[in-house]
């Protein structure tokens, strides 16, 4: 295996007390695996905005983290969303994950609010114009369920690192080579900003399954039929850290440099990965006399 990447996570904020305990267990949990940085989600059409800002604040002034706060452009004005971003900037937080983000359930398509930003390459704009924030965008390795032709995502890609952004996370996969060729593409469409491979550790396969159909994530036959073979034999968790790996390892391999981990708030299976790569960092061990 080549160099060790640097590691990245993402959790989602609490919307009860049972919540935020495994929040905060996830986060203790996988702090001391020195990540780069870590992000936080907003729900469905900015549900949980004012629960993603209190755990923001939380993870980087009380934690100490590097903290990469989501921002979208669903349910609030221009103004309204700057004053959000500029909240974070006085709050020491410079990192920004700018998408577009998903309608509220029971809206179909997505439709911006009055005197809102229409797309994720205006709102990335108008925050690379401020001057305060290093900013990170969506991509996507398998095409958007919305998108319109081939080639569709990378173009949108491509004028959301224009407009200002200086790196990239994707969508989840199951295969390296989703990846390495959706990379391979964006070189060829002059993209030079990194871009970083989004990681799903399979805690749940049927619900990852089921969530990748809404995605538009294709779902290799290979790695079903092995899935449901590990679950009749009760080796579900071995092959979920084993399938989580080997993916890692193969990109690692082709020279990916950064890993993003989307943890859902369950930090077992992920830390059990980042082991396995030999990505925690040696521990300092105080002399003893």
Partial sequence: MSAKPRISFEFFPPQSMEASFRLWETAHMLAPLDPHFVSVTYGAGGATRDLTHEAVDILHNQMGLNVAAHLTCVNASRAETLAIAESYAEAGVTEI????????????????????????????AALAATGKFQIRVGAYPDPHPEAQHTGADIDWLKKKIDAGASSAITQFFFEAETFLRFRDACAAAGITAPIVPGILPIDNWHGVRNFAARCGAPVPERLDHEFETAIRDGRQDLMATVQCTTLCTRLIDEGVEDLHFYTLNKPHLTREVVHALGVAPEIALENVA
């Fill in 97 to 124: 994950v700018a998408l577009r983000g998903d309608p509220p359930k029971g809206e179909g398509a997505f439709r911006p609010t009055e005197d809102g930003f229409r797309d994720s390459v205006e709102l990335v």
